[in-house]
């Protein structure tokens, strides 16, 4: 684990949001408890996720008939490494839906023994980059930018939450047939609705 100043964490070469990132389980991730039922929403930063976790939460947990509205996304579906609320993973009941932003080589290697379903919500980098941008500036807890140009240079050498773009969407399609995985790009999510 490295230093990466006050916004990032770099633990095995991904940043993480200082802050926020629950490293008790990044660093025993092996040790967590993965049902055959569970569901990973994969993406990179500002990709969908929040739309991914609320569709998904519709769809498993039966929209209104169960009082899922009364339940904050973030609970429905936490983030496997940002355990913001320290919801008891081990409670929740089946089928549970997690949202992650790692990349391949940190996932645990009990994913590769399950039947753990993950999609893969990935999105034109372009918006992506301008998402994030505008995010960063925004949000207090990630180091802002005063020109779209020198955050797409920040972006371009991976020195943001989430690391480099190219290499989280390669290591995952790299090893699609490693897992029971589903790509979908955010555009063609848009299309659909």
Excluded at 50 to 57: A, D, E, K, V
Aim: charged letters at 25%; a negative charge; aromatic letters at 16%.
């Amino acid at each position: 684990m490295n230093n990466k100043g006050e916004y990032l964490l770099n633990f095995k070469g991904y940043n993480f949001e200082r802050s926020l990132v629950d490293m008790n389980t990044v660093e025993n991730m092996d040790d967590q408890e993965i049902r055959d039922d569970d569901v990973f929403i994969v993406t990179y930063p500002k990709s969908g996720t929040i739309w991914t976790q609320q569709i998904l939460s519709l769809i498993y947990f039966e929209g209104h008939r169960n009082n899922t509205e009364n339940i904050q996304t973030v609970d429905r579906a936490p983030f496997f490494e940002y355990n913001i609320h320290n919801v008891d993973y081990a409670k929740m009941p089946s089928p549970r839906i997690f949202c992650s932003h790692l990349p391949y080589y940190l996932v645990p290697k009990v994913f590769k023994n399950k039947k753990v379903k993950i999609l893969y919500i990935y999105r034109n980098p372009k918006d992506v980059l301008t998402s994030y941008f505008h995010f960063s500036n925004l949000i207090v807890l990630l180091e802002a930018s005063n020109s779209v140009e020198t955050f797409m240079q920040t972006f371009l050498d991976g020195r943001v939450v989430g690391s480099n773009w190219f290499d989280h969407i390669r290591g995952w399609y790299e090893h699609r047939h490693d897992f029971n995985i589903m790509f979908l790009s955010y555009e063609d999510m848009k299309k659909v609705r």
